[in-house]
């Protein structure tokens, strides 16, 4: 049977070629499109596709975030990340999230195909352009302790609710307190985390261990 695969990219010509190019394969059947994490999840909860092909630097919420959101809901959907990034930081960071396969673009339609079959079928796929860094931040890293954050309590509370996607006005509601407020957190956050956004704070934060 065909693997049902929904597309989330926020490019509309990357999301066109790549269902153009994925269309005429026959172990595929491409089910819909998505152009950032908060359509991916409702889409996926919708349609049930097996697999989802997903980018990482997205508007909203972010293909990081996203998937965490999805294997927490719908564990069973495999995720297969296809981005430019190659970044070590974010390819361990998208792989805790629970991604099956990381695949770069600009790769052959041939190893996006093995990428997308490999994790349908229950396997683990890491680009070659990106494994043996990978393997290496694995092998020759001992386990270390969590490592202390520069982070108060209410920080730590706010930087865990953008780790899972949620909007400065979001976090307002389910803390009570004012958007206003939750920008100042957030900017003290990056500040403190010496970053440049909030993507770069959550990718930080599931790397080093802070949130779950």
Not at 26 to 35: D, K, P, S
Not at 95 to 117: F, N, P, R, V
């Amino acid at each position: 049977m065909a693997i049902n695969i929904l597309i989330v990219e926020d490019d509309p010509m990357m999301r066109l070629g790549l269902t153009h190019s994925l269309a005429p394969k026959l172990t595929v059947n491409v089910i819909g499109e998505a152009e950032d994490g908060y359509q991916a999840i409702a889409m996926a909860h919708e349609h049930q596709p097996g697999l989802i092909l997903m980018d990482v630097g997205m508007p909203r919420l972010d293909g990081i975030a996203a998937t965490q959101q999805l294997k927490q809901a719908l564990p069973h959907i495999r995720v297969v990340m296809f981005t430019s990034h190659s970044d070590q930081t974010e390819v361990i960071a998208a792989l805790s999230s629970g991604a099956d396969a990381y695949c770069i673009k600009g790769t052959s339609l041939d190893t996006l195909m093995q990428a997308i079959e490999v994790a349908a079928a229950g396997g683990i796929y890491l680009d070659p352009q990106i494994a043996q860094q990978v393997m290496a931040c694995l092998s020759y890293h001992p386990p270390e302790p969590v490592p202390e954050h520069p982070l108060s309590a209410r920080e730590l509370e706010v930087l865990k609710l953008i780790v899972e996607g949620y909007s400065n006005p979001e976090i307002g509601e389910k803390l009570f307190l004012s958007t206003n407020t939750i920008k100042t957190y957030v900017k003290g956050i990056m500040n403190k985390l010496v970053v440049n956004d909030r993507v770069q704070a959550a990718v930080l934060a599931l790397r080093k261990g802070w949130v779950n």
